[in-house]
Structures are given as structure tokens and as C-alpha cells.
């Protein structure tokens, strides 16, 4: 038996729900220093607006900007990035870009409303946000796919203006991420980040505007800065670690599986990867692949920390009993490595984002495929979902009465307002009753 990186679990064990509520647990430290941070960045960008930006911009990120204006790339350099990248990372961009439009396009939200016999009109109009930010990574990490993901729902559902901060740590931007800017339709560009972005993109200075949601990636200092000024601006979700479980009925070849469950483990040494089969001298076979598949990635040490702490191979008596599985686990990303997926697909409730089959492998979601790659972690799968177009769209509802339906609605809200002793509101249906 090959010695193990990654623990065994069994399902039909009597100690497994509590073993597995274990694995799953993810409770970011609240670290009550980096919320007292955040806070005095935010009150002081809102006080001190540009002045504020500019300050924790050249400390944080070692820059020397003097003058707001400087913060802003001109659309020829977005542009002039695009043209400067190879023949190969242009049509790879596009070929993403023109999936991603393309799907986003089948989610756009349409007004509706019906007439009722006496006359009365219901419905629902369909508005976009009018301005949008979206929070890029910037330095080391460099993510142009998180760049289109969530820049093209925004311009598909008819956003006016997005607007894009990325940070340049010592003043050095990222030919792919400015490319996929251009590509993707952002408006402007500011080059600032962390919580002092945030802020600046909730409540506006004299350069930078106030937008309507805050989207898109970023450390504890973002994260928690989005935290704080929800309420004031919508925001998309607070992210946790990456995850993937794949369900798998042992005919995969074992190191595609073990590649997989490594596509998510080297984000982070907190990322999750799970594998689930009603094989078990298959589980022994992808831990084989795992063993001597490790060394030759260039990540290997996060991802032996990943897998060693947060991973898990779970062996069940079936494949019903791994759907069951599987929406306790609510995950990120969810591989039917099966047979029959559809079959399977039809017992899952709870995933952010469901690949099929055995050719699909989670990384195509994460560039090019064309659903969104933002997904609900931590479980949240359970009441939440990818971001899409529809984050982007507000709904209203269209009421219309006609005389007869206002005295007949008028009567019922009458009443009902009555047993709630609000008499005014009684009245004010009462004046329309015929």
C-alpha cells in the first residue's frame, strides 16, 4: 500500500459524518488588527479622498505617485498591451473572450409583465447597474481570466461604466491583465489596490468613482474591506479557499485524477481537493499517481500541504451514496468522472460548477470553457451561485391597477392593514374603492 499524503475516509464508517464536518471545516481566523486596519483606510480615504489613495498606494505598493491623474492608464496602453503580446496569447485571449460573451449572453434577464382580466398590469423591468468595479490582483499574481470573467457578464448585461483597479507593486503593470481589459470592454483603469481600492471604488474620491457593486479576487485586506463597505455598494461574495471534489467510478485513467485534484491543490495550502469512488483498489491506484506525480510539480510543496491537511480520498458503497456525498460537501467545482454523467448530474443539488464526463477537466472551466469561474465556496453552494450576468441586473417591479382592480385590490388592503393597525395605510386603499 503506498504510503499516504492524503487520508482515506469511509463512508459507511460510524464516526464519518463527524470525520468528514472535520475536513470541511474553514474558519478564517477573524483577525480583529486587519479589520482595525481596514477601517482606518477606509475612514481616511473617505475623509482625505485622492490624498488617502495616493499615500497608502506608495507605501503599500512602493510607488511614487504625486498627482491623482497619474493613477489612471490611458486606453491607448490596454490597447498598446494587446498588441504587444504573441500571435498565440491573442487568439487564446479571444478564443476565452468569445466563449465566455457567448454564454454570458444566454443569462441576461428580460422584462416581462402580464394583464389581468380587469385590467391590472404586473411585470418586472430589467435594469443595468449603471457603474461597476472590479478588483484585480496584481504583482505576482497575475490572473487575466479572472479579468474576463468578470468584466464580460458586467458590459453583456449593459453596465455603463466598469471600472477597474489593479495594483502595480513597484510600478510595474501586466501586459495580460491591461490585454484582457481591453478585450473585455473595461472603461477605465486605476492603478491602485488593496483595501484603500475598495474604498475608493465604494465611496468615491475627486478622481475615482463611487461605483454600484464591487466585484473580483483579492487578499484578506480586500476581502475584509468588502466586507465592510457592503451596504454601502453590492459586492459579489467573500471567496475562501479553492476547491474540487470529483466523483469517480474507477475507469478514469488514476493520473488524470491525481492532475486534477492538483489543478485546484496548488492555488493555495489551504485549497481542498477531494476524490470520491466506489473503487477502492481505484482510490490506491490515484494515490500511487499522486505519490509520483508530486515531485515533478513546480508547486509540489503547497500541494502536499494542501492534500496532506485538506484532502481526502472517500470510499463509498456506491455512486447514489457520492451524490449524497457530495451535497453535504457543496464544493466549487464538482468532476462526474463516470460512465453515465447526466444520471449523476441528476442527484446533485449543491455545486458551484459541475464538469461531465471524463475529458473535462476543471481547469478548461477556469479559462476558456465559458461559464463563469467565479464560484461559491465553503460550502455556500448551498444557497448561492456562480456570478453571472444576472449580478449585474437589478429587477423592478411594475404595478399598474385599473380603477376596478384598485377597489377590488383596495378592499383586501384594507383589511389587512386593519388587523395590522396601520390606518393609514387602510385609507390610503380605502380612497380608491368604488
Known amino acids: 500500500m503506498t504510503q499516504p499524503i492524503i487520508q482515506r475516509l469511509d463512508s459507511t464508517a460510524a464516526n464519518f459524518a463527524q470525520q468528514?464536518?472535520?475536513?470541511?471545516?474553514?474558519?478564517?481566523?477573524?483577525?480583529?488588527?486587519?479589520?482595525?486596519q481596514v477601517l482606518e483606510i477606509i475612514a481616511a480615504v473617505r475623509k482625505r479622498g485622492d490624498a488617502a489613495v495616493?499615500?497608502?498606494?506608495?507605501?503599500?505598493?512602493?510607488?511614487?505617485?504625486?498627482?491623482?491623474?497619474?493613477?489612471?492608464?490611458?486606453?491607448?496602453?490596454?490597447?498598446?498591451?494587446?498588441?504587444?503580446?504573441?500571435?498565440?496569447?491573442?487568439?487564446?485571449?479571444?478564443?476565452?473572450?468569445?466563449?465566455?460573451?457567448?454564454?454570458a449572453e444566454q443569462q441576461k434577464l428580460t422584462s416581462w409583465e402580464f394583464t389581468e382580466a380587469d385590467g391590472t398590469l404586473?411585470?418586472?423591468?430589467?435594469?443595468?447597474?449603471?457603474?461597476?468595479?472590479?478588483?484585480?490582483?496584481?504583482?505576482?499574481a497575475a490572473y487575466p481570466s479572472s479579468v474576463l470573467m468578470n468584466a464580460i457578464p458586467a458590459k453583456v448585461a449593459g453596465v455603463g461604466e466598469l471600472i477597474m483597479v489593479v495594483p502595480t507593486p513597484d510600478g510595474e503593470t501586466n501586459a495580460l491583465v491591461l490585454a484582457a481589459?481591453?478585450?473585455?470592454?473595461?472603461?477605465?483603469?486605476?492603478?491602485?489596490?488593496?483595501?484603500?481600492?475598495?474604498?475608493?471604488?465604494?465611496?468615491?474620491?475627486?478622481?475615482?468613482?463611487?461605483?454600484?457593486?464591487?466585484?473580483?479576487?483579492?487578499n484578506i485586506y480586500v476581502a475584509t474591506a468588502k466586507k465592510l463597505v457592503f451596504g454601502q455598494v453590492g459586492i459579489d461574495m467573500i471567496a475562501g479557499p479553492s476547491e474540487i471534489l470529483i466523483i469517480c467510478d474507477g475507469q478514469t485513467d488514476p493520473d488524470w485524477i491525481a492532475m486534477d485534484l492538483f489543478s485546484q491543490a496548488e492555488h493555495d495550502e489551504n485549497a481542498q481537493a477531494i476524490l470520491i469512488s466506489d473503487n477502492a483498489a481505484f482510490l490506491e491506484r490515484v494515490a500511487t499517481s499522486i505519490n509520483t506525480l508530486l515531485p515533478t510539480m513546480e508547486r509540489q510543496e503547497i500541494i502536499r500541504q494542501s492534500l496532506s491537511t485538506r484532502g481526502a480520498l472517500i470510499l463509498v458503497p456506491d455512486l447514489t451514496v457520492a451524490a449524497e456525498v457530495?451535497?453535504?460537501?457543496?464544493?466549487?467545482?464538482?468532476?462526474?468522472?463516470?460512465?453515465?454523467p447526466s444520471e449523476l448530474c441528476a442527484l446533485i443539488r449543491n455545486a458551484g460548477a459541475i464538469f461531465m464526463g471524463r475529458y473535462t477537466a476543471e481547469a478548461l472551466g477556469d479559462y476558456c470553457a465559458g461559464p463563469n469561474h467565479v464560484l461559491p465556496t465553503s460550502s455556500t453552494?448551498?444557497?448561492?451561485?456562480?456570478?453571472?450576468?444576472?449580478?449585474?441586473?437589478?429587477?423592478?417591479?411594475?404595478?399598474?391597477?385599473?380603477?376596478?382592480?384598485?377597489?377590488?385590490?383596495?378592499?383586501?388592503?384594507?383589511?389587512?392593514?386593519?388587523g395590522e393597525s396601520l390606518t393609514a395605510h387602510a385609507r390610503s386603499a380605502e380612497y380608491r374603492i368604488i
Open 20 to 36: 468528514l464536518t472535520q475536513l470541511l471545516a474553514w474558519d478564517e481566523e477573524n483577525d480583529f488588527e486587519i479589520q482595525k
Open 54 to 103: 495616493i499615500e497608502y498606494t506608495n507605501r503599500f505598493d512602493r510607488c511614487k505617485f504625486d498627482d491623482a491623474r497619474a493613477l489612471e492608464l490611458p486606453k491607448q496602453q490596454l490597447q498598446a498591451a494587446w498588441e504587444g503580446l504573441s500571435p498565440a496569447l491573442q487568439q487564446a485571449l479571444e478564443t476565452a473572450a468569445t466563449r465566455v460573451r457567448a454564454y
Open 122 to 140: 404586473l411585470g418586472q423591468k430589467i435594469t443595468p447597474l449603471d457603474k461597476a468595479g472590479l478588483y484585480v490582483p496584481g504583482g505576482k
Open 181 to 218: 481589459a481591453h478585450i473585455a470592454g473595461v472603461d477605465r483603469v486605476f492603478t491602485i489596490g488593496g483595501a484603500q481600492a475598495v474604498a475608493a471604488l465604494a465611496y468615491g474620491t475627486e478622481t475615482i468613482p463611487a461605483v454600484d457593486k464591487i466585484v473580483g479576487p483579492g
Open 326 to 340: 457530495a451535497n453535504r460537501i457543496a464544493p466549487e467545482h464538482l468532476e462526474l468522472s463516470v460512465a453515465n
Open 381 to 418: 453552494a448551498r444557497f448561492s451561485s456562480p456570478l453571472g450576468v444576472y449580478d449585474f441586473q437589478k429587477r423592478s417591479s411594475l404595478i399598474n391597477c385599473s380603477e376596478s382592480g384598485a377597489s377590488e385590490l383596495g378592499k383586501v388592503a384594507s383589511i389587512l392593514a386593519r
